[in-house]
């Protein structure tokens, strides 16, 4: 079984963590709470993903929800052991402080910061009078207004995909450009089986916004044809943005989820996988077309 998780520590840290919450009927995370020990050994690849913190001056702001807390935590270290002078907005949902992971770590980090702004909301709790950065529910695009975030921040998100869906809604909305808006789903879409179980909901269209000007990309399961824009970065950011039923996990070329029968055509990968898949398929997840590329999607 494979499995991807975020580091959570400072890449200075001279060791990586990943912080792995243990879910009920998790079959790795089960094992790793109640049979993995220290010093035992695993087999790892290294890190790899491209949900990192740019370097610059503009203001930070990290988002998540739950335990999409733990790749913008590792941000949040790294902006604490160089005493970072930018501005850093930690804006983080959970259902009540039994669920508020990284609590104390997260509020001692923020100390260390110059210029730092915590905002916690509980959704399933009040909060304490000690507690002036908590807030009872739901962040709305009023109250992330009225957080003072500037235009001109880089902001990270992290968290379920509707979560993701409403606050990325909620910042282009406030005036953040999409670019400077990065997200890292930290859970997978039901698994949904290409041509066999269309439960998507929306027929497959051409993506939204101007079209490409690269190779057509024939989606041959789904009947789309649409020329390539690196806007899209991968060939499954492309289907995704035409509603094509699509199957992934990990996005950056490891669990081989996202393997792809590829009907002709060529491709690069942006992200070396891990290992290649079987000739005549491609990891869509971490690949762009060099050709015209026809899918068996
Ligand atoms: S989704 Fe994991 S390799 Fe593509």
Same mark, same amino acid.
């Given at each position: ?13 001279? *060791? ?11 079959? $790795? /995370? ?11 050994? $695993? ?5 790899? +993903? ?10 930070? $702001?990290?988002? !998540?929800?739950?335990?999409? %807390? ?17 501005? $850093?907005? &930690?804006? =983080? ?17 923020? %100390? #260390?910061?110059?210029? %730092? ?18 807030? #009872?529910?739901?962040?709305?695009? /009023? !109250?992330? %207004? ?12 992290? +968290? ?13 909305? =406030? ?9 890292? #789903?930290? /859970? ?16 497959? =269209? #051409?993506?939204? +916004? ?17 020329? &390539? ?9 492309? *289907?995704? *943005? ?21 009907? !002709? ?33």
């Amino acid at each position: 079984m494979v499995r991807s998780y975020s580091l959570s520590s400072a890449p200075t840290a001279g *060791a990586y963590r990943i912080s792995v919450k243990h879910e009920p009927h998790g079959k $790795v /995370s089960g094992y790793i709470h109640t049979a993995l020990h220290p010093g035992d050994l $695993v087999d790892i690849a290294s890190p790899r +993903g491209t949900f990192v913190l740019e370097e610059g001056s503009r203001p930070i $702001v990290l988002i !998540s929800a739950g335990i999409g %807390a733990t790749p913008v935590l590792a941000m949040l270290h790294r902006l604490a052991a160089t005493r970072d002078p930018r501005p $850093v907005w &930690w804006i =983080h949902i959970a259902h009540d402080r039994a669920h508020h992971a990284f609590a104390d770590e997260t509020h001692a980090l923020l %100390a #260390q910061l110059p210029d %730092a702004h915590e905002h916690i909301y509980y959704t399933g709790e009040a909060p304490r009078p000690d507690e002036p950065y908590v807030t #009872q529910g739901r962040p709305s695009a /009023s !109250s992330l %207004a009225r957080l003072g975030i500037p235009a001109d921040a880089d902001v990270y998100l992290c +968290g379920p995909t509707a979560f993701m869906d409403h606050f990325g809604g909620f910042l282009r909305d =406030h005036g953040l450009p999409p670019e400077r808006i990065h997200t890292e #789903q930290f /859970s997978a879409l039901p698994a949904i089986n290409p041509g066999v179980t269309p439960t998507a909901g929306v027929r497959p =269209h #051409q993506p939204p +916004g101007p079209p490409g000007t690269g190779p057509l990309i024939t989606f041959s399961r789904s009947g789309v044809t649409t020329p &390539w824009s690196p806007a899209h970065g991968s060939l499954l950011d492309l *289907a995704e *943005a035409c509603h094509i039923p699509t199957r992934w996990s990990c996005r950056t070329g490891v669990c081989h989820t996202c393997v792809t029968h590829i009907v !002709s055509g060529d491709i690069t990968y942006t992200t070396p996988p891990l290992e290649l898949p079987e000739a005549g398929t491609v990891l869509v997840c971490c690949s762009a077309p060099t050709t015209e590329v026809v899918l068996d999607l």
